[in-house]
């Protein structure tokens, strides 16, 4: 940042420093040195809140409470960057609840998409874009699943969700029906990815128990109702829907195996954990074992999470999976996993062993007793200061309001995590990046997007009950960076799956752009590629995915901006 | 029977010395007795009959009153000998639980109440106390005690260990009270080098640090030192698991499976040796005992079985 103009003339002729100081000193007279010196001394931390009245986001989640405790309450909801109208600027998309056999708001609760004003302000245009809903929503997925360039949105409901397409012109129109993508029951995460490699976005949608208000069960604490412990309620398969290409999806759950293994999906990433170019599902399920979805071709899939390492806590229990990603955390060539779970379970980072095994080191990276008494859900890994290492944020809060009188040590509202890579594992940063990680918030989504376009990955987090927080990045930028946005032409459009690569002398990275992660929400399809104090990248590697494959590397690479490259062109936009 | 002792007390007395001499008779004389209060009658008939009566009803009801009779009349040695007689024969009879219940917390109050009142101040004393606190969780009171009796006599056996899983136990332990903990498990190993218990403590510990050949080392000690202490195996075998000596794993945790079969962590454990080691099938036998064990939901839709009852927050 360049110094402010001082606003006034040293004056004429040579003018010494001395004189310069004692010019200065006497017109402030002493009296701003205090003012000075705090500025001076102010801590810089990564991140900082923009309030409502800075950012125009005034809407509030609400959940509707209520004293019968339907469990859907105390689970959303998600949220979402996205550039709905492709200008080059991050917009906004939050979920909400709404009418449904248990709750049925007077007046009517609405979802909420706001426009990127390019100026650190957002506009609500919810209305006239047509995706304020009314059901119960949960999850948010974005994709361009017909490729016509514009990203429409899957919103993920309790009792049934709904896909928008995108009409290009700043509205959407509800296409659930004709697409077939309602999922009726209780849908949580969805992710948009390309299982079968034919350049199409399919979509998978993790569904939670069986559920509705005649099953609702009484549960009690303190000899108050509270809400139940998922283990209640009966386990059901999750969906996935092959992209027809017409507009319309085919339900491959059965056929694909995916709906054979009944669990209580919450979080799901579309990830390669065998490197076979294929893209695998892991997904998290609260109180049973989470599942490992590997890709076999042909359409089909093979659950090894136990096999694996990733279905249970190390002793073996099922625990309350709820969050999920995947990176290659470790710079090792092969995609690491990570879930979130409840207290008293702490989180899990799963490293990839490189022959579908994977070991939880959650310990000595001082995730596990970080997260010990926390319950976790919104999580991304991401480069938040653009050292080249992936950094990991959580989003944390119990889902039961009456935990405080059961544990005295497990809060009801917590603070977020931040956990720093070095290149030598991650450490726990929290405690000293500032305020932000200091507030505690009843968080459940999370989404990861440069919404200021300064190269710097802000954040947004979806809370229960509340107003979303969205958090600016305000180190990133202090390092070199190159934005990346994908367009697959044969493969799939938004390049899900897409491993780039690069150096910029002696930092060389990999990267590989998944499916999805965090919690009911999603992220900004850009790629930001850290690079440090270097100011030249050396090259740019992109393999794209199946059915492509093709291999394109760049050099004379801009840094500091975002820069399009499409499929197959000869020099990047 | 009752309709025999619906009289006072004296005239239940007459009945009864009326009554033909056969030992069942005798036997319900003596309970119709107890029943009615006069215990001080009842009770030699009831210890003589136990011998004779062989009417299997007859027996579950003469070890019912006849507890309930001794404890009253505080005759230990009584009630020991009517306990011994329904926890043999009746092991899993509702009644005779309920009265084991009752009677052994009132032999260890009672026996509480004689140490208190007869040595005060003894070590023994402290020792009770400090557990009694322990198991109201109040630990830092506990804590105090363990180390009053230290400090008499540092040497006693079993209290520094006592004093370490106190430590471990508190809910929001600083963070120095790990190592503090380890000092005291490492100071009872000098004073009793056969603390298996110890030993364990410390491999948990270290496993917990990741020091994994430290763990192993605790372990294994712990499992030579008490051969019938499966979770000692399943320590080792874990931690084996953690070094990736799959192959080394196998042997404790094949143990701690046959020590403690329903323990689902060593099913697991064992699981993740064979496969890790490239025994997929016998992985896959332990992974469903497992499975079998923790009744687990997720998986293939024909294994899942019915929900669990409500009343649980989450």
Known sequence: ?573 | MLSVVSAGGSSVAQSVSNAPADASSIARNAMALAESGHCSEALPSLRKSIGPVKDKELRRKIGLDGVRCAMTLHQTDATLEFLHLLTREFPQDPDALYVAIHAYSDLSTSASQELARNAPSSYQAHELLAESFETQGKWEVAEKEYRAILKKDPSLPGIHFRLGRALLSKPNPGPDVASEAKQEFEQELQIDPKNAGAEYVLGELARQNQVWDEAVKRFSRAAKLDPQFGEAFLGLGASLISEKQYAEAIVPLETAVRLEPRNPDAHYNLAMAYTRAGRKQDGEKEFAIHRRIIGNEAGPAEAAPSTNQPQENK
């Open chain 1, 1 to 573: 940042m360049k110094a402010p103009a001082l606003g006034y003339s040293l004056g004429p002729g040579p003018t010494g420093r001395r004189d310069f100081l004692r010019g200065i000193t006497g017109t402030f007279a002493f009296s701003a040195l205090p003012r000075f010196a705090r500025a001076v001394m102010q801590p810089v931390y990564p991140f900082e809140e923009v309030f409502p009245i800075t950012s125009g986001i005034t809407w509030k989640h609400t959940a509707g409470h209520s004293p019968q405790k339907y469990l859907p309450e105390t689970t959303g909801a998600g949220c979402a960057f996205l550039d709905y109208d492709n200008d080059g600027w991050m917009d906004i998309f939050l979920v909400n609840s709404g009418k449904c056999d248990f709750y049925d708001p007077s007046p009517p609760l609405r979802n909420a998409l706001y426009r990127n004003n390019r100026d650190g302000t957002f506009t609500d245009v919810t209305e006239k874009a047509g995706v304020a809903a009314g059901g119960y929503g949960q999850g948010v997925a974005v994709g361009d699943y017909d490729a016509d360039g514009f990203p429409d949105i899957y919103v993920a409901q309790y009792g049934r969700s709904i896909l928008y397409h995108n009409n290009g012109d700043g509205t959407f129109t509800d296409v659930t029906e004709k697409a077939g993508l309602a999922a009726p029951g209780w849908s949580s995460s969805a992710v948009w990815f390309d299982y079968d490699n034919d350049g199409r976005l399919d979509l998978f949608v993790c569904r939670f128990v069986d559920f509705d208000k005649s099953k609702n069960l009484p549960c009690t604490a303190d000899n108050k109702l509270g809400y139940c412990i998922p283990h209640l309620y009966k386990p059901m398969s999750s969906w996935l829907f092959h992209n027809n290409g017409d507009g319309t999806f085919t339900d491959v759950s059965k056929s694909s195996g995916i709906g054979k293994y009944l669990g209580k999906g919450w979080g799901v990433v579309a990830t390669d954990i065998n490197n076979d170019g294929r893209m695998d599902l892991f997904v998290s399920n609260d109180t049973v074992a989470n599942f490992l979805f590997v890709n076999r071709g042909q359409g089909t899939f093979e659950e090894i999470g136990q096999q694996a390492g990733t279905a249970y806590s190390d002793a073996g229990r099922p625990r309350s999976g709820m969050g999920v990603d995947s990176a290659d955390f470790n710079q090792d060539g092969w995609m690491d996993l990570f879930v979130a779970n409840i207290d008293h379970e702490a989180y899990s980072l799963y490293q990839n062993n490189h022959d579908e095994t994977f070991d939880d080191i959650a310990a000595p990276n001082g995730i596990a007793s970080a997260s010990k008494l926390m319950s976790g859900w919104g999580l991304k890994f991401f480069d938040y200061d653009n050292d080249g290492n992936l950094d990991l944020m959580i989003a944390n809060g119990h889902p039961d309001d009456l935990i405080e009188n059961i544990y005295e040590n497990v809060k009801y509202r917590e603070p977020l995590l931040l956990f720093h890579n070095s290149g030598n594992g991650l450490k726990n940063v929290s405690a000293e990046s500032g305020p932000a990680f200091a507030k505690p918030m009843s968080a459940r989504g999370l989404a990861i997007g440069d919404f200021n376009n300064d190269g710097a990955v802000d954040v947004l987090v979806s809370t229960n009950n509340e107003a979303p927080v969205l958090l600016r990045n305000t180190i990133g930028s202090q390092n070199h960076w190159l934005g990346l946005k994908l367009v697959g032409k044969k493969a799939n459009i938004d390049a899900v799956g897409a491993r780039i690569s690069y150096q910029a002398g002696d930092l060389k990275r990999s990267r590989m752009k998944v499916g999805g992660g965090s919690y009911l929400s999603s992220h900004d399809p850009r790629l930001v590629l850290g690079i440090g104090q270097h100011v030249k990248i050396d090259w740019l590697e992109i393999i794209w995915p199946q059915p492509s494959g093709l291999k394109q590397r760049f050099t004379d690479l801009p840094i500091d901006r975002y820069i399009m490259v499409r499929e197959g062109g000869e020099k990047w936009e």
